[in-house]
Structure formats: C-alpha cells, structure tokens
C-alpha cells in the first residue's frame, strides 16, 4: 500500500525556519519525482516545487526561490522540505506527492498521483 507521511508542521514567527519531512512507505521512492503543494485557507492548492530521481529541482513558485529547498534522503525513503525565512504568506496546509514518473511534470494537482494526508504550517508572531 502506497502510503505519504508528512510531519514536521507548526507555528514559527515571521523570520524563522521550518523543514517538512515526507516519508513514504509501499514503493521505493528513489524512481520518482516528488513534489510539494500547499493550500492556504480560501485558495486553490499550488505547487511549490518538486525534485525528480536524478536531483533535478523545479521550482513552480518564484516566491520560495532562495528560501525554500526540497532535499531526498534515498536510504531513508524520505523526502524533505527546508523552508527557510519564513513570511506569513508562506501559512498554509503543505503535501508532499507523487507522480508516476521519475522526472518533474507540470505544476499541476492531477499530474500526481499520490497525495500525503498534510501538515500545518502557520507563520505568525
């Protein structure tokens, strides 16, 4: 059973760091791209950027570029999101996902097929 955990969520002030951890279970996840979403109350879920098996990593927000990285751990079968200087629009529910491919496809919710259940980021003083 393919299965996507997110953890590594909370509350951090305007300024501060946060990194995701997305583990996967069912499948090796060294064959695949693996992406991050995020929806913030009232709007659609965006993609923030994805990182494909050979390393290669697409960013599909400019607003994350040079404070956002996405990292693979494939021993670990993990996944990671490092976000740093943090703003209170980066609040929002963040999903690591899954496509079928190894490399990373359009920014787009229906390109993937695997979703992880989500984990809280709020960015607030």
């Known amino acids: 059973q393919v299965q996507l955990v997110e953890s590594g969520g909370g509350l951090v002030q305007p300024g501060g760091s946060l990194r995701l951890s997305c583990e996967a279970s069912g499948f090796t996840l060294d064959y695949y791209a693996i992406g991050w979403f995020r929806q913030a109350p009232g709007k659609e879920r965006e993609g923030v950027l994805c990182i494909s098996s050979s390393d290669d990593i697409t960013y599909y927000v400019g607003s994350v570029k040079g404070r956002f990285t996405i990292s693979r751990n494939n021993a670990k079968n993990t996944a990671y999101l490092q976000m740093n200087s943090l703003k209170p629009e980066d609040t929002a529910v963040y999903y690591c996902?899954?496509?079928?491919?190894?490399?990373?496809?359009?920014?787009?919710?229906?390109?993937?097929?695997?979703w992880g259940q989500g984990t809280q980021v709020t960015v607030s003083s």
């Open positions: 996902a899954v496509p079928t491919g190894w490399v990373c496809p359009r920014a787009e919710a229906d390109e993937y097929d695997y």
